[in-house]
């Protein structure tokens, strides 16, 4: 068997309905899936920045069914 240690470096745009800390915890749930266990992800940092106004406005991608008629 094959061993490495891999670094990973990323910049995500992230739409989703969480809280920073929630979106943070799912992601770092992701990485301990993808290193097969949290004691295989040997180091890790997220920073998440919101963006300004985002949390008070609704998604673009939905419309009221009342405006469509």
Known sequence: MNRYVVEI???LYV???HDEDTLN???VSQLEELAAS???LLE???I???LPGEQDEPPSHRRDR???A
């Open 25 to 27: 915890s799912n992601l």
């Open 9 to 11: 470096s990323a910049l």
């Open 44 to 46: 890790y940092e997220i």
């Open 38 to 40: 949290s004691e295989h």
């Open 66 to 68: 009342a405006s469509i």
């Open 48 to 50: 998440s920045h919101p």
């Open 15 to 17: 739409e989703c309905l």
